[in-house]
């Protein structure tokens, strides 16, 4: 084989090691965008839920109170 016939070659399993890369970024990227929504909304759905526990937990208190 000639040189330019290797380097062509070359050239062209570059580029497509590069797209390659190139689409595995792309996918990684949507699972880390997908990881980190979920994670957000757990964490939105604790706080909602923390916040419940304690406006039902006042609601506790004030409603067992005895009025003499």
Do not use: C, G, P, W
């Amino acid at each position: 084989m000639k040189d330019t016939e290797i380097e062509r070659k070359d050239s062209k399993s570059i580029l497509i090691a590069l797209e390659q890369i190139s689409q595995t970024i792309a996918v990684m990227t949507n699972v880390v965008e997908k990881l980190r929504e979920q994670y957000i909304e757990k964490e939105n759905s604790n706080n909602a839920k923390i916040s419940m526990e304690n406006s039902n937990y006042f609601l506790e208190e004030e409603t067992n109170q005895t009025v003499h």
